[in-house]
């Protein structure tokens, strides 16, 4: 009766670990990295056009003449019009901030030193500005026709300057 046993409990466990093994999926994992290359499909510029004047009005209304200007000439260039996009304005400067503070630091010891004196500020001129954005499709998957063909669509984009600040007379 024993060995009867004994066989009994182990054919119960040889079972039950065997229809373990059959309900657990079977995994197969990998690592590993890969590097795909593929030519570029179209090109992409971000430019910001700026406008100067003695006010914030003057300045935006500028500021809309340089992007539409700027648009017809993307157009002209080939752009695509539906990729044509313009941010919204911002008030911006020539400088950096670490310009700016540097000056003020500058400017409050001469105060304090008695060599300078605190004089009224001039009105400064408002500077605004907003990124334009714009796409080209590029009809090559060859390096060397895309290169052909942007090159001289970016010696345009340069020449036509669409980034470039007005100078004002006054200044």
Known sequence: MRPLLVSLAAALLTAGS???QVDTPAIVSADGSATLTRPPQMMRMRVDVMSKAATLEEALA???QQTAKAKTQLVEFG???DSIRVEAPR???LKTEQQRQM???MRQRLERAGRGQAKARASMPVIVAATLEAQWKLNSTEAEQIL???H???EKIRAADIGQLPVLAAD
């Open 18 to 20: 065997a229809a373990a």
């Open 62 to 64: 500028g500021l809309k």
């Open 79 to 81: 752009a695509d019009a």
């Open 91 to 93: 008030v911006t400067s």
């Open 103 to 105: 000056e003020e630091l």
């Open 148 to 150: 052909l063909q942007v």
């Open 152 to 154: 001289p669509l970016q």
